[in-house]
């Protein structure tokens, strides 16, 4: 029962932090293009994520007369708690809360994530939406072979599937140090799994009006878009683990959070769009060739630690 509790209240702050985290979003945005972004409700725009939930939660809901209606008004609700349930894996000390299998547990719960993609595609019966979902798809399942292999890459150098034996391994030196092309390839990776910016080719406004969820409004546009944000934070403490120390109980490491967020901000507000056939042998011809390299490199690694350790 204390771990449900606990567990609630982190989602909360989840929930919270979502909300505020667009409202950096908009801010950023607002002045990489030289305007003030929301200031009007609150002091300086502050209470602006009450306002823009509260309008979306209180909208009329309207389904197209086509879709498969059960499957579509369920698919926004998989896919936040799909979002929501990897932040069990955030290290909860009270309860001292482990996961021995937690990069495990991280891929698997993060590859569910094309589900809801490609049933919220499907089940609207939109020929653009169901565009969208194609492209996501394809777009996901070529980076998360490159994700998984990155993250195998430091299994090899911490010889474990826990993210607290990350923060051990890194006493001396972060692992970002050592290895700052395969961190560039992983953040790339994770623009690209979230459908970020160059990457957002799952919500091309320009060419699809808004990708697979171009069918949806107010409350299931608003889960949708909840749960998106929420992976991107979660993603962005993840790499901070893996590659900028993982020391949970310091307060720097919240802001190195801060920093990798505000970065996918960034990347929005001056990359463009890539084309999609660069896309593709980015994700085949680049990052794929460069982290099975890596993992060759690791492998030689351990096994000269190992045999320096034994000798």
Known sequence: MDFFMIYLLLIVFVLVSVGFFTLLERKVLGYIQLRSGPNKVGLMGILQPFSDGLKLFMSEQVYPMNSNY?????????????????????????????????????????????????????????????????????????????????????????????????????????????SFPLFLCWFSCCMAESNRTPFDFSEGESELVSGFNVEYGSGGFALLFIAEYSSIIFICLISCIIFLGGDLNNLGFYFKLIVLCFVFLWARGTLPRYRYDKLMYLAWKCYLPISLNYILLFILFSTLCFYHFFL
């Open 70 to 178: 059960l499957i579509y008004m369920i698919c926004p609700f998989f896919s936040l708690v799909q979002s929501l349930f990897m932040w069990v894996l955030f290290p909860m000390y009270i309860n001292s809360l482990e996961f021995n299998l937690g990069v495990m547990f991280f891929l698997c719960c993060s590859s569910l994530s094309v589900y809801g993609l490609m049933i919220c595609g499907w089940s609207s019966n939109s020929i653009y939406s169901m565009l969208g979902c194609i492209r996501s798809i394809s777009q996901a399942i070529s980076y998360e072979v490159s994700l998984a292999l990155i993250l195998l890459c430091y299994f090899l150098l911490v010889d474990s599937y826990n993210f607290i034996s990350f923060f051990y391994g890194q006493f001396s030196v972060w692992f970002i140090m050592i």
